[in-house]
Each structure stands twice: as C-alpha cells, then as structure tokens.
C-alpha cells in the first residue's frame, strides 16, 4: 500500500511569492489533515478535510492560506503571499475514520523556507 | 497557550539505558495520548498510545506512564538502542470526537551513543 505522498520535498521561495504544496494521500482515506511545524516548536494542526468537505479549519493561520480537496482525492495548500513566518516543515496525514485515536499516516512533509 | 507541554527538548543516553520523555497537558477532556516517532526526512508515525483509564501501557521496550490526577504522562525506552535516535512527539485528543485534531508537544530529539 502507498503511504501518504507530499511534494515538493522541499521549497524556497521569495517573500511575496506563491508556493502550492501537494498531498496524496493514501487510497480510500477519506480523512486528509494538514499540520505545520515551525522550527523546534510543536506540530500544529491546520485543518481536516472529510473528502472534499472541510471538516475543522481552526488551525488555519490567516486568508493568506487557502487549502483545497477538489472530488475528495489529493488536496493542495497554496500559501499566497508568502511570508518569512510561514517558513516550516508542512505535514499532511490520512485516515480511514475522522477519529483520531485510530491513528493515521503521515507523509514526510513539504519544507518551505520563505527568503 | 499550548496545551501539551514536553520535555527535555533533547535527550542524549546510553546505549543500554532508559530514555524517559515527560508530557503534561491542560485539557481534562483530553481521552486519547498517543506517542509519535521521526526519523530525519520522514514523517511522525505512531509509536504507543494510551487512554485515561489505564495507567500504564507497553509494548515491547516502550512503555506509556499516565497519571491522569497529575494530568501527566511519559514515555519509557528501556534498553535505549542507537536505532532509537529520532524526535518524539507527545500528543493528546478529543479521541472520541469527529474531528480527528491532535495536539502535540514540541518533540524531544533523542540521541542514543553507541
């Protein structure tokens, strides 16, 4: 079974430019989260899609991301316009059940780095 | 305001000894504390988990010890490999909602010396 795919691996981008990051997430999973980690802090949740539908979009840190999950298969983060603080280690993950205690796979992340 | 608090930030043992990683959380609605293990240029996977009513749990070197009055639990590795060095995250849920939403602790870099 193919795990959760993120690309690019890794991306530096100008202040004021638009990055879009990729996740695939594992097949059947209808449950897709976006995570972020910012240098040597805590992983922090953005939001959760149940197939195309946001489910929880709290985490999101301002208008400036928009995430989407087009017919409920790969979903996109586009950060637009970048700034220096955006600057992390983006991790997507996937779930068969929206429930957190049945645990889900992570991809290996997107690092962008915002110069 | 984090709500899952963690320590050491780093950690450098033995090999052969015990790596104890501690975690502390605010929420009491909190019903699910899962341990996640990186290895560099991978993703967290799930380690252990553990619910509030039980007080402890383990699985083979890796052992969770939860003090639900304390509001504190901790990661035991017993017999420390140099395989075992990666960053650990501690978490914490609403397990039993919908929404699926871990928060973490700001990880441990763990250091095992062969």
């Known amino acids: 079974e193919a795990g959760v795919t993120q690309f690019p691996s890794h991306s530096v981008i100008e202040k004021g430019q638009t990055v879009t990051l990729r996740c695939d997430p594992i097949s059947g999973h209808d449950n897709l989260y976006w995570y972020r980690r910012v240098m040597g802090k805590e992983i922090k949740f953005l939001l959760h899609?149940?197939?195309?539908?946001?489910?929880?979009e709290s985490g999101m840190p301002n208008n400036r991301f928009l995430a989407e999950r087009t017919g409920g298969t790969y979903s996109t983060l586009k950060v637009q316009p970048a700034e220096l603080e955006d600057s992390g280690v983006y991790f997507c993950?996937?779930?068969?059940?929206?429930?957190?205690?049945?645990?889900?796979?992570f991809g290996s992340g997107t690092r962008l780095t915002v110069v | 305001q984090q709500q899952v608090k963690q320590s050491p930030q780093s950690l450098i043992v033995q090999k052969g000894g015990i790596s104890i990683i501690n975690c502390a959380y605010e929420n009491t609605a909190f019903d699910y504390f899962p341990w996640y293990q990186q290895f560099p240029g991978k993703g967290p996977a799930l380690l252990i988990a553990i619910r509030p009513d039980v007080s402890e749990k383990k699985e083979g070197r890796f052992t969770i010890s939860f003090n639900k009055s304390a509001k504190q639990f901790s990661l035991h590795i017993m017999d420390s490999q140099p395989g075992d060095s990666a960053t650990y995250f501690c978490a914490a849920s609403t397990g039993s909602s919908n929404t699926g939403k871990l928060i973490f602790g700001q990880g441990t870099t763990l250091q095992v010396k062969p």
């Open positions: 899609f149940v197939k195309e539908s946001k489910q929880d």
């Open positions: 993950a996937s779930s068969l059940r929206p429930k957190a205690n049945y645990g889900y796979t």
